[in-house]
């Protein structure tokens, strides 16, 4: 008799324990990351959440990209709105920046355009104009160039 005794104690604690354990471990798990738990959840309403790329991420994309191939020769730079746009037909984002290219007492307007891929969020063409249309990317953009550039009055 005491063995079912024992048995029975032995379940009592497993259950009382289970009760406290399997619940704070599933709390834990949701709380790291609720999609394990959207189960019911069709497809659609779960991309409903997804938040898509669109133009204010493709002209930050092309910013960063100016950056990265400008380097110190670049002052600041700013998008044009009335040129930038999602070109349907070709599904690319066409990205156009004004930017100030040189140091800050001797700089020159530039003209900046980036295609940006929806599909890989990247930039798939780059290049900057100077105000004659030659492209700074040609040639090698350097703050030296730049400078001889304007010393050639």
């Not at 730079?77 to 156009?96: A, C, G, L, P, T």
């Not at 104009?129 to 010393?151: M, N, T």
Request: charged share 25%; net charge negative; hydrophobic share 40%.
């Amino acid at each position: 008799m005491s063995i079912l005794l024992y048995l029975k104690k032995l379940l009592l604690w497993g259950a009382g324990i289970s009760t406290i354990v399997v619940p704070s471990s599933l709390l834990t798990l949701y709380h790291k990351d609720p999609s394990l738990f959207s189960f019911g959840q069709s497809d659609q309403a779960a991309e409903r959440h997804n938040v898509p790329f669109d133009l204010l991420d493709a002209t930050a994309e092309c910013k960063l990209e100016t950056e990265e191939r400008l380097g110190d020769v670049l002052l600041r730079s700013r998008v044009d709105w009335h040129s930038s746009r999602f070109q349907k037909d070709r599904n690319i984002y066409v990205v156009s920046l004004q930017a100030d290219i040189g140091d800050i007492h001797r700089f020159e307007e530039a003209n900046v355009y980036c295609y940006i891929n929806p599909r890989t969020e990247q930039v798939s063409y780059f290049n900057a104009y100077d105000s004659e249309g030659k492209s700074y990317v040609s040639r090698a953009i350097s703050f030296d160039s730049v400078l001889k550039a304007f010393s050639r009055d």
